[in-house]
T-cell receptor, first 109, second 111 residues
Framework: EADIYQTPRYLVIGTGKKITLECSQT?????MYWYQQDPGMELHLIHY???????EKGDLSSESTVSRIRTEHFPLTLESARPSHTSQYLC????????FGPGTRLTVL | QKEVEQNSGPLSVPEGAIASLNCTYS??????FFWYRQYSGKSPELIMS????GDKEDGRFTAQLNKASQYVSLLIRDSQPSDSATYLC???????????FGQGTTLQVKP
């Protein structure tokens, strides 16, 4: 079973706040990903990483940033949250098959 | 044309029937193909992966791949109401490790 964790699971926050969504995996996967998904809509890749100190922007433009200082950890940061950032954020990691974490549902008021 | 195409549905089948979900892709160099199940409000769960032409069976699930036709399908035998979910087809993008997801097909299994 895939061991990939995301915290918090739910976050309600006011406009202008800085937030960091945490993602950790214990499988030793080099590749990690962040997706954004609105209810009933498609998955959109916003960031990915092929290893430590490697990060790339995904197919959907995002104001968020990511870092990869440790293999197991891939946090996503929003410097100033806005209502348009309200969405579900899904972290994933892969060797050959990609496994998803439980997601963080973010609501910005 | 989208890189990975699925019929959004909903596909409605009676309990006990076979559900057939289809997916076409445009990138001929793709080598890895995946089916994910996603319940409403939850994250995608990998249920099948297939890498070579032909059929791959796992319990009630069978994935079928035809690279010449750029077509991959998922059959669910003896469908149960608990199978009601959105099924996502995903195809690898070259050697990048990135997956290209289809929009998903919503399956409804009626008791």
């Amino acid at each position: 079973e895939a061991d990939i964790y995301q915290t918090p699971r739910y976050l309600v926050i006011g406009t202008g706040k800085k937030i960091t969504l945490e993602c950790s995996q214990t499988m030793g996967h080099d590749k990690m990903y962040w997706y954004q998904q609105d209810p009933g809509m498609e998955l959109h890749l916003i960031h990915y990483s092929y290893g430590v100190n490697s990060t790339e922007k995904g197919d959907l433009s995002s104001e968020s940033t990511v870092s990869r200082i440790r293999t197991e950890h891939f946090p996503l940061t929003l410097e100033s949250a806005r209502p348009s950032h309200t969405s579900q954020y899904l972290c994933a990691s892969s060797l050959r098959e990609q496994f998803f974490g439980p997601g963080t549902r973010l609501t910005v008021l | 044309q989208k890189e990975v195409e699925q019929n959004s549905g909903p596909l409605s089948v009676p309990e006990g029937a076979i559900a057939s979900l289809n997916c076409t892709y445009s990138d001929r160099v793709s080598q890895s193909f995946f089916w994910y199940r996603q319940y409403s409000g939850k994250s995608p769960e990998l249920i099948m992966s297939i890498y070579s032409n032909g059929d791959k069976e796992d319990g009630r699930f069978t994935a079928q791949l035809n690279k010449a036709s750029q077509y991959v399908s998922l059959l669910i035998r003896d469908s149960q109401p608990s199978d009601s979910a959105t099924y996502l087809c995903a195809v690898n993008s070259g050697n990048t490790g990135k997956l290209i997801f289809g929009q998903g097909t919503t399956l409804q299994v009626k008791p």
